[in-house]
């Protein structure tokens, strides 16, 4: 069956990196992009950005430019996402989710990665 | 940005209810409209996509309509696995967002 499965909780310092992984299983990787969405503690989610396995384009959200960077290795069929400068408030659950090829619904999605941003 | 406005935001009801959340654009945004279903400590689930489509696998008693901004989500005959948190999202453009969400409690 078609599904993502992310990397592991991870804890960072304030100004600090994090790169999350997201390998994807039971389709051609390189099919569909990848996007990738963030939900703090108690709110909904939020669209980070998008990429495109087969050529390496992307793009994000306004408020991310600057400090995300999204990429993928299809030789492992596998998406990255990277997010620099990290603040309090990027702790949040991460999300990879495979965007449909028309209409753009998301299905399915990883199980998600808690990062937790703390001095 | 597409704002998505979500209601109610909190919603209580008993097995075998019907329920109806809505959900309201601030723009046309044609069938560029999915309904997800989150549940605590999970991944959102996609129920409806394109306004009324079915995803495989989803129970018939979900039912989503609507057109140009206004779109609504009908669960009827409630069962005990349906309480949950519930957002709708816009696909018409980035950044793509979502309702306030709308949890259903018992």
């Known amino acids: 069956q078609v599904q993502l499965v992310q990397s592991g909780a991870e804890v960072k310092k304030p100004g600090a990196s994090v790169r999350v992984s997201c390998k994807a299983s039971g389709y051609i990787f390189t099919s569909h992009d990848i996007n990738w969405f963030r939900q703090a503690p108690g709110q909904g989610p939020e669209w980070m950005g998008w990429?495109?396995?087969?050529?390496?384009?992307?793009d994000s959200g306004q408020q991310f430019r600057g400090r995300l960077t999204l990429t993928s290795d299809t030789s492992i069929g596998t998406a990255y996402m990277e997010l620099s400068d990290l603040r309090s408030e990027d702790t949040a659950i991460y999300y990879c989710?495979?965007?449909?090829?028309?209409?753009?619904?998301?299905?399915?999605w990883g199980q998600g990665t808690l990062v937790t941003v703390s001095s | 940005d597409v704002q998505m406005t979500q209601s109610p935001s909190s919603l209580s009801a008993s097995v075998g209810d019907t329920v109806t959340i809505t959900c309201r654009a601030s723009q046309t945004i044609y069938k560029f409209l999915n309904w997800y279903q989150q549940k605590p400590g999970k991944a959102p689930k996609l129920l409806i996509y394109?306004?009324?489509s079915l995803q495989s696998g989803v129970p018939s008693r979900f039912s989503g309509s609507g057109s140009g901004s206004d779109f609504t989500l009908t669960i009827s005959s409630l069962q005990a696995e349906d309480f949950a948190t519930y957002y709708c999202q816009q696909s018409y453009s980035t950044p793509y967002t979502f309702g306030q969400g709308t949890k259903l409690e018992i």
């Open positions: 989710a495979r965007i449909s090829h028309d209409l753009n619904w998301f299905d399915p």
């Open positions: 990429m495109t396995p087969n050529n390496g384009n992307s």
């Open positions: 394109a306004v009324n």
